[in-house]
């Protein structure tokens, strides 16, 4: 027998006993055999690809006790086993697989064939053909064999096999792996394995797209918005990233090609990274510990439970922390799908998308999963479901994270609008105060300036303001072209009244004088003041001397008609009245009008008092 090891070919020489032989030929012909083992595969004219899981018989050694001999005489004694089901997916087991399947190649274009494992995890895979004249080709590969040691630079294990046309050919397969026992062994020409691959490529590329383009536009709303939710949405792509470019086999071509260690331990460390990011992204997202602090503890518990793991899978084997993360991808996703849910029924509306993204996700894994375990068969709804679930699921939480952007901004709009009506209001309300104040100030200042022209006795205007607005008077009776008469009013025997009856009863008097001259002038829009002591002076616009003198009789009469009531005392209150009448044309001053009346005063009293008296005109 020959053997190619390491590109030698090696021989191997030994006599078989005769009653092997005989042994052999009896188990041969007493073990039932199906058509497709009789048969074999047959590669036919115009067959680019076929699967070689309905030809495939199996061994499982869990001991690890057998030899390429042992296994070799196992193939020859038919003690391999059909595929169950054909499923040749066994989910986490130990020990070796063996495999073997007949070729037949009927294709004489076609002497050169790709055998290619569509899983990429396996740690240790070795393909042994034999041919018709017993000698035997032996290739190496898996992610524990250095990467360029393929034959084809891609992702699953492949190997190129020499089958020459009409000769029958064994092939048998060892696979010992800590991962999940998945051979789905594939035979392709070398032309279709390459349209294969390229298909594969793309489909990948595009999912990989996808992703990119999703954390670079979240990227860009996280460093515009500063949201943590969008921080955390940018790790969970990147560790689930991670994950699937780990299970997919391409970090061990690209990132770490040398490495078996990262190759077998980044499977359960990255999934445990994913989950964390999960998680964290969830509790964000959800608000959590304001909107359920019991759940948001059961996400911080299991985030802590991905943490250690993830630790402990650096030092853990491969057969333990590998299933361990995958099953606990479910029960993380389970939680995350009950926080959810639990926070939707209670009015948080964004929570609808996350529940459906996760939904996806969640289907998704839990295919891979069972797959993984050998539960699903392996086709592509299975193959690839964490793919499909992954990328619907990460498209509706890039949906969810807008739906919920915008509930925040319409959130924010009305506590915006409901804050500018409030401070709208206030600032009106406290408007109207300021107003309502200066009002109150402009009133007060009204009566303080009111009351320092005023008199405080009679409430009369005082002399001062007198002066002042009775230039005003002057200067418009000029410019009107009118008179302007001038009365000085004195009350007769003051000083006596107050001798007599004293100063209390003097200042009723005085206050007496005030109403009556004052209701006198009132038709004749004339300006009183208070002058000093017991005087008062009038300024009536428009009214000639005689019109003056008729005003001047009325107001003497007014007040000597009738006493002054001051308590139980009646007083008889008379007047001296001196008047002037400023005319248009007249240059006369102001103070010198008032010297006129004056002097006309002072010829009232010297007249007898109790009268009118009229200055001359100058």
């Keep these: 027998m020959h053997g190619i090891r390491g590109g030698r070919m090696t021989r191997i020489d030994g006599a078989t006993p005769w009653w092997r032989c005989w042994l052999l030929l009896v188990c041969l012909w007493a073990l039932p055999a199906t058509a497709a083992e009789r048969a074999g595969v047959q590669l036919a004219p115009g067959t680019d690809s076929v699967s070689l899981s309905p030809y495939l018989r199996y061994h499982h050694d869990a001991g690890d006790g057998d030899d390429l001999a042992a296994a070799w005489q196992r193939v020859d004694l038919r003690g391999m086993r059909p595929l169950p089901d054909g499923n040749d997916a066994f989910g986490f087991q130990r020990g070796t697989f063996w495999f073997h399947a007949r070729v037949i190649n009927r294709d004489p274009r076609e002497p050169r064939w790709m055998l290619v494992q569509e899983y990429p995890l396996s740690d240790e895979v070795d393909v042994h053909v034999r041919y018709a004249d017993g000698h035997v080709v032996h290739h190496a590969g898996g992610d524990h064999r250095p990467f360029a040691s393929r034959s084809v630079r891609y992702r699953h294990p492949n190997f190129s096999l020499d089958l020459p046309p009409g000769e029958s050919v064994d092939v048998l397969v060892r696979v010992r792996s800590q991962s999940s026992m998945q051979v789905p062994l594939q035979l392709y020409t070398p032309k279709a394995f390459t349209e294969v691959s390229r298909d594969a490529q793309l489909a990948i590329g595009l999912y990989y797209g996808i992703m990119l383009a999703l954390f670079f536009y979240n990227l860009v709303l996280w460093l515009s918005l500063r949201d943590a939710s969008y921080f955390w949405y940018l790790c969970h792509v990147t560790a689930f990233g991670l994950v699937l470019f780990t299970l997919n086999g391409?970090?061990?071509?690209?990132?770490?090609?040398?490495?078996?260690?990262?190759?077998?331990?980044?499977?359960?460390?990255?999934?445990?990274?994913?989950?964390?990011?999960?998680?964290?992204?969830?509790?964000?997202?959800?608000?959590?510990?304001?909107?359920?602090?019991?759940?948001?503890?059961?996400?911080?518990?299991?985030?802590?439970?991905?943490?250690?793991?993830?630790?402990a899978s650096v030092w853990l084997p491969l057969r333990i922390s590998t299933p361990v993360a995958s099953r606990a991808v479910l029960l993380g996703v389970v939680g995350i799908v009950i926080a959810t849910v639990v926070v939707l029924r209670r009015g948080y509306a964004p929570a609808r998308l996350l529940l459906l993204a996760w939904s996806m996700f969640l289907l998704g894994t839990a295919v891979f999963t069972l797959l993984a375990f050998g539960v699903l068969p392996k086709n592509f709804a299975t193959e690839y479901g964490v793919q499909i679930g992954s990328a619907l699921e990460m498209l509706l939480l890039s949906i969810a994270l807008g739906h919920r952007y915008a509930a925040l901004r319409n959130e924010n709009q009305r506590i915006t609008a409901e804050a500018n009506q409030k401070l709208e209001r206030k600032v009106a309300q406290r408007t109207q105060e300021v107003r309502s104040t200066l009002l109150q100030l402009e009133e007060a200042h009204a009566r303080l300036r009111d009351s320092s022209r005023r008199d405080g006795l009679t409430g009369l205007y005082n002399r001062a303001w007198f002066h002042e607005a009775f230039r005003d008077l002057a200067r418009q009776a000029r410019d009107d072209g009118a008179p302007l008469a001038v009365l000085m009013i004195d009350l007769d025997h003051f000083k006596s009244i107050n001798d007599r009856y004293g100063h209390l009863v003097g200042d009723d008097c005085l206050r007496w004088a005030a109403r009556r001259i004052g209701r006198t002038l009132r038709p004749h829009d004339?300006?009183?003041?208070?002058?000093?002591?017991?005087?008062?002076?009038?300024?009536?616009?428009?009214?000639?001397?005689?019109?003056?003198?008729?005003?001047?009789?009325?107001?003497?009469?007014?007040?000597?008609?009738?006493?002054?009531?001051?308590?139980?005392?009646?007083?008889?209150?008379?007047?001296?009245?001196?008047?002037?009448?400023?005319?248009?044309?007249?240059?006369?001053?102001?103070?010198?009008?008032?010297?006129?009346?004056d002097r006309a005063l002072y010829a009232a009293k010297a007249n007898g008092r109790d009268c009118v008296e009229l200055a001359e005109s100058p």
């Design 250 to 311: 391409l970090g061990f071509e690209y990132l770490w090609p040398g490495s078996s260690w990262m190759a077998d331990h980044m499977v359960p460390i990255s999934i445990c990274l994913a989950l964390v990011a999960m998680l964290q992204f969830s509790r964000t997202f959800l608000e959590l510990p304001r909107r359920w602090p019991r759940g948001n503890l059961l996400l911080l518990a299991l985030m802590g439970f991905f943490v250690l793991f993830g630790v």
């Design 526 to 597: 004339a300006l009183l003041a208070r002058f000093g002591g017991e005087e008062f002076i009038v300024a009536i616009p428009g009214r000639d001397m005689a019109e003056a003198g008729r005003i001047g009789e009325a107001i003497r009469h007014a007040l000597g008609d009738e006493p002054c009531l001051s308590g139980d005392v009646r007083i008889r209150v008379t007047a001296s009245i001196g008047v002037h009448v400023i005319e248009a044309c007249a240059a006369d001053s102001v103070d010198a009008a008032l010297c006129i009346a």
